[in-house]
């Protein structure tokens, strides 16, 4: 039984981060823009979040550097992605080479620093029910709110205006445009949004998971995020779905090698990918028309005026 | 706010009839660079009436209208609506003065539902269940049947069509701006779209009509103003007009009038497709289904039918683009070749013209010189071992511009810097001057102006008349009417079986389009059951 929440406990601890960077590029991909730039997002924030933490010793205030250094990620995303109508694909690849550089110069001085990790809930009573108890009542805040975030952006994608403007023009900016909706600024905000969500979840590595800074410490959770939205066939409810069985083999693969199982751990790594090109294999094949995809995701949009 | 303005604009001798108008534009100008695209436009749109826009490609009826729509700012001139000058900063304000447009090419989402569709040209100023019953409302009172739950890819082009012009309807709009509404309509949806446009003009509304059909502005519109090179070259009554002295106003000249040879002798058949059925590639695609005809050296065959029908994924089996599993259901000059790639149908005299221009008829941005190598590389001696002789590949291109009066700024410039016009009167010479035995062209004359449409359709009357098979799928009935011999339809992937052109009425051809049968026995001989 312990045994057993220990896991519950460690997968929702791995899958927390993929699921808050996931959730931001959705909204991103949604609105039609192909952001690959997560990984170094996460990992500016991770590096800006500790130094956060760590001159303050607030962990919210930690949180919220992370979100800051995102969003500005972002916005070097956006000027030349948007802005300049720069091919997306090359500045995310290019954005993440940056996010990895940057972030060591600004981690550097602070490897080998130790902050005291964000506090997990305790409600007296509720917390110490067997089994369910620390499941439920026992998570730090970041668990809460990446569950929070994806429930606000289901409804805000499928309930508000706004939310069917932004996947209007993630479908066809030409005819979002002819209709007079500002389909670059709202892109701009919807890749901000998924550079503050990139920050946070890689704040959270340094904040929550361990309480320790180390150079590259997103070990490719920003590609693991990236798959997950395709994975996600864009809706935000097999998202959260996608997110805790990709956090799940994370968490097996490292149980794996401790039983001795003889899977090589490379191909353990590999399945979340592995996955992805299965679940997109078995949509096309399973749906007779439209497109899974935001059938504007990707492409350059320039309005005349 | 309805009572007319008349004293702020008198009308001269004080006629009642006339209206002030509800939108006028004066001098308006639209620059792009060094290019006037509207030059000095005065137009005047009055209530209670249809006013045609006419005008060739690039005459610049498309910015004109963009600007009354707000969805571009002109570089000069002013706007006047309801007596008023406005400054529009966007298509929401359009909306909300009253001003609606419905597009050529639609601005619809296609993975959206055709309630978010409405939903997202309206102002939201309603609930999302509020819109949803009064669409249902305003579709049923204008007879334009939608179902608001289904998503736009689902649906025809045009059910797409009445999505846009109920969506226009429903913010109750004092002037409606349609373009080129019946480009993609079988001949009865048009009728259909006429009813509706004949009660909105009995309600008070204006309607500017942007539209090639030139007898159809006679029969429906008021007034029409002509459009040549970005200038205005008149308003008249298009009743009192003939569909010739309008093509003149449009063209600035005589239109030549395509002749064909009379008594084109047939010979053997050279392009023959047995019995072809096809599955589709893609998820959207049609699906081809028993296809049959036979087609002679000296004869014209062209396929009606409204777009998507299956004409694409035919004109990919006859090219080789698709291969057929039975070689024999495809045969060119007699020899099986339903299994042969492109190139090896090309050796055997066939030529292809694709419908789309840029990216599939030509590299776009590529020479000439370099397209016209794409498709004579493996039959016309432009490569020697291997090696591209230059020379004979500029020799076409000298020769396609004489032959067919491409004009152009270079002598071999990039295919996309070329006009739609001038691009395909050198894609469609650069076929014909292979000497094809067998030439399969779509659409020729798709969003080309008038003078380069006469002088294609011209060559490929010249091209039967020397003894080729010529295959022309087209959506324009009177291009069809014109040039070809016999009209068979395509409609979900069937083929009709072909009507000689003497027989083939509209009205025929219409309920064809529609999915109708004329004579079932012949319908379900050719569709071999």
């Known amino acids: 039984m312990e045994l057993v929440e220990a896991i519950i406990l460690a997968v929702l601890a791995a899958s927390t981060p993929l699921l808050i960077a996931a959730t931001g590029e959705l909204v991103a991909e949604r609105s039609g823009v192909l952001n690959l730039g997560v990984e170094g997002m996460m990992i500016v924030g991770a590096a800006c979040g500790f130094a956060g933490a760590w001159l303050t010793g607030s962990i919210l205030i930690g949180a919220l550097f992370g979100i800051v250094a995102g969003t500005l990620m972002s916005l070097v995303f956006a000027l030349m992605a948007l802005g300049l109508a720069v091919n997306q694909v090359a500045t995310g690849l290019a954005l993440t080479i940056l996010g990895v550089g940057l972030s060591g110069l600004i981690g550097a001085g602070f490897v080998g620093e130790r902050i005291t990790p964000a506090v997990p809930l305790a409600i007296p009573g509720l917390t110490n029910v067997p089994l369910i108890g620390r499941v439920l009542f026992g998570e730090n805040g970041f668990v809460y709110f990446s569950i929070a975030l994806i429930v606000a952006v289901w409804w805000f994608l499928y309930r508000t205006r706004a939310g069917l403007i932004l996947r209007a023009c993630g479908d066809n900016h030409v005819s979002a445009h002819a209709l007079g909706y500002p389909v670059l600024r709202i892109r701009t905000l919807a890749v901000m949004f998924g550079g503050a969500c990139a920050g946070l979840a890689g704040a959270y590595l340094p904040l929550a998971y361990t309480p320790f800074f180390i150079p590259g410490m997103t070990a490719g959770r920003g590609w693991i995020a990236l798959a997950l939205v395709v994975f996600s066939s864009w809706r935000p409810a097999r998202l959260v779905i996608g997110a805790y069985l990709f956090g799940a083999v994370t968490i097996l693969q490292l149980h794996a090698q401790g039983w001795g199982v003889g899977i090589p751990s490379q191909f353990m790594s590999a399945l979340p990918y592995l996955a992805t090109v299965i679940v997109l294999v078995l949509l096309s094949r399973a749906r007779t028309g439209g497109s899974t995809a935001p059938a504007a995701l990707g492409t350059v949009f320039v309005p005349d005026r | ?529």
């Open chain 2, 1 to 529: 706010m309805q009572a007319h303005q008349r004293m702020l604009d008198p009308t001269p001798n004080g006629q009642h009839s006339v209206e002030s108008p509800l939108l006028r534009t004066i001098g308006l100008t639209k620059r792009y660079g060094d290019f006037l695209a509207n030059d000095c436009i005065d137009i005047e749109i009055r209530p209670r009436e249809i006013h045609a826009l006419l005008g060739e490609n690039g005459a610049g009826k498309s910015t004109l209208v963009r600007a009354i729509y707000g969805l571009i700012q002109p570089s000069a001139g002013e706007i006047h609506w309801q007596g008023e000058r406005i400054v529009l900063s966007g298509p929401s304000e359009a909306r909300s003065r009253g001003i609606g447009m419905v597009f050529q090419h639609f601005s619809l989402f296609d993975n959206l539902t055709v309630a978010e569709n409405v939903a997202l040209g309206l102002d939201g100023k309603e609930s999302f269940k509020d819109m949803s019953a009064r669409l249902e409302q305003v579709s049923k009172t204008y007879g334009l049947p939608l179902d608001p739950r289904r998503e736009v890819w689902q649906l025809s082009v045009g059910e797409r069509q009445r999505i846009e012009i109920v969506r226009a309807l429903m913010q109750d709009p004092k002037f409606l701006i349609l373009d080129e509404p019946t480009a993609v309509l079988t001949p009865q949806e048009a009728d259909q779209l006429f009813i509706v446009l004949d009660r909105l003009k009995a309600e008070g509304r204006a309607i500017l009509y942007i539209s090639h059909k030139l007898e159809e502005v006679k029969r429906l519109c008021d007034t029409a103003t002509i459009l040549r090179g970005g200038r205005k070259v008149e308003t008249c009554n298009p009743r009192l007009e003939t569909a010739a002295s309008l093509a003149r106003m449009m063209v600035g000249g005589e239109v030549k009038e395509v002749k064909g040879a009379s008594g084109r002798k047939t010979t053997v058949p050279r392009l023959v497709v047995n019995d072809l059925s096809l599955a589709p590639v893609e998820a959207h695609g049609v699906r081809l289904e028993h296809i049959s005809f036979e087609l002679k050296g000296g004869e014209i065959l062209g396929i009606a039918g409204v777009a998507g029908n299956g004409q694409d994924e035919l004109f990919a089996a006859l090219s080789g683009e698709r291969l057929a599993k039975d070689p024999g259901t495809v045969v060119i000059e007699g020899i099986a070749a339903g299994h042969l790639s492109i190139t090896q149908r090309r050796k055997l005299g066939a030529a292809f013209v694709p419908e789309e221009r840029l990216g599939h008829g030509t590299a776009p941005r590529m020479r000439l010189s370099e397209n016209a190598l794409l498709t004579g590389h493996a039959a016309s001696g432009m490569v020697h071992r291997g090696f591209i002789d230059t020379a004979a590949t500029l020799r076409t291109v000298d020769r396609a511009t004489e032959t067919f009066g491409v004009r152009k700024a270079k002598r071999d410039p990039e295919a996309a810097s070329l006009s739609g016009g001038n691009l395909q009167k050198f894609i469609v010479g650069r076929e014909i001057l292979r000497n094809p035995a067998v030439l399969v062209v779509s659409q020729p004359t798709w969003g080309v102006d008038a003078g380069a449409a006469a002088v294609i359709r011209q060559a490929l009357l010249d091209l039967a008349t020397a003894g080729a098979a010529v295959l022309v799928t087209s959506q324009d009935l009177d291009e069809l009417a014109e040039i070809a011999d016999r009209i068979a339809v395509m409609f979900h992937g069937k083929l009709s079986a072909p009507l000689s052109a003497r027989e083939a009425s509209r009205e025929k051809l219409g309920l064809l389009m529609g999915g109708s049968s004329l004579q079932p026995k012949e319908i379900a001989h050719a569709a071999g059951a």
